[in-house]
């Protein structure tokens, strides 16, 4: 019996049991080469933006010398402090020894002699709160409206549902802003409309999170409601939902088991892209509400044309920022079968 299973002629020269191990590597390989490749252009992307913003600051009028000069100062002091910064160097040769320090966190010195990634080290992590806090309450509140809107399609839910969503997404942040402080604040005085400090320099209490946090994904939960339920439209077309459905099969199992895996892609796409646009928005939030963030470091950067500084601060985000389209891309991978 054991025989008419394992023929000779069929095995291969190293034996059955070892061709079958190899079998499982090619995918594996495949698959790590495709997420090697992903990664060099995510890195490459990164690059161009950081290069595209060192050109940028130095487009500008002026430059660091002149914008952190002292009052009374020569031309000769001026020319002293220009070559302490190391500005009388080409432009090239100062991105390229900026970029050579990436690697080991050395994101550079500002103009006026601080450590960028020290500078930068007490405000950042309360951007990411903020922009945290924004995309979970993006994603829960537009699952819920898209889900909603899609189990009675064509209903009064849907249409008011979908005719909200499209008049929120136009309003811009600071306009979301200033009318929630005109509401929780200034008439109802529920809500403090600037942000305290503890000595640690994060927000003094968890009220002061919640206008900011609002005023980031109020605009954010529009754009993401109606991808929800556009997705969720086109993967109610798919033969095997029709089928659910003509079997009589309840709307909430038909939505959870058959509608939102084919819809994870997209949706998944769709929340990576509102988080370019949440670390964007919270430079204008973050100056609305006076939160401890990197708004206010990268107003004075921009300020003093202090490039290292707008660059540490573009590489930052620009690395959470990858980060997220990175794990989009993975989820995205995961729902379609593993193709990167």
């Known amino acids: 019996m054991a025989g008419s299973l394992s023929s000779p002629a069929t095995q291969s020269p190293t034996g059955s049991a070892a061709g079958e191990d190899l079998r499982p590597t090619r995918p594996v390989l495949s698959w790590v080469l495709r997420l090697g490749g992903l990664l060099a252009r995510r890195a490459l992307l990164l690059a161009v933006l950081l290069a595209t ?18 009052r009374g100062e020569s031309a000769t002091d001026l020319a002293q402090r220009r070559e302490l910064l190391g500005l009388d160097r080409p432009v090239l040769t100062r991105f390229t020894d900026w970029m050579t320090g990436l690697p080991v966190g050395d994101l550079g010195t500002s103009a006026r002699g601080e450590s960028v990634a020290d500078l930068l080290s007490r405000p950042f992590p309360n951007t990411l709160l903020l922009g945290g806090l924004a995309l979970l309450t993006t994603l829960a509140v537009s699952l819920a409206l898209g889900c909603w809107a899609a189990l009675k399609p064509g209903g009064k839910a849907d249409r008011a ?48 999170l919640v206008l900011p946090v609002l005023a980031l994904s109020i605009p954010q939960i529009g754009w993401n409601t109606r991808i929800v339920r556009a997705a969720l439209a086109d993967e109610a077309k798919a033969p095997h939902v029709e089928t ?9 199992r038909v939505l959870i088991h058959h509608l939102l895996p084919g819809a994870t892609p997209t949706i998944a796409a769709g929340i990576a892209t509102s988080t370019g646009m949440l670390l964007g928005g919270a430079v204008v939030v973050e100056t609305i509400f006076n939160y401890p963030g990197i708004g206010s470091v990268l107003a004075g950067a921009v300020t003093d044309r202090d490039s290292p500084v707008v660059a540490g601060v573009v590489a930052v985000t620009g690395a959470v920022i990858t980060g997220v389209l990175l794990l989009a891309d993975l989820v995205r991978a995961w729902a ?3 193709r990167i």
């Open 161 to 208: 549902v979908s005719a909200t969503a499209t008049g929120v997404l136009a309003l811009p942040e600071f306009v979301v802003a200033v009318a929630l402080v005109l509401v929780f604040a200034l008439w109802t005085d529920w809500l403090p409309a600037v942000t305290l400090t503890d000595a640690d320099g994060s927000p003094a209490s968890w009220q002061m």
């Open 53 to 70: 913003v060192f050109a940028a600051v130095e487009l500008l009028p002026g430059d660091a010398a002149n914008a952190t000069s002292e």
């Open 336 to 338: 379609s079968g593993g």
């Open 244 to 252: 659910a459905v003509i079997d009589g099969l309840p709307r909430h």
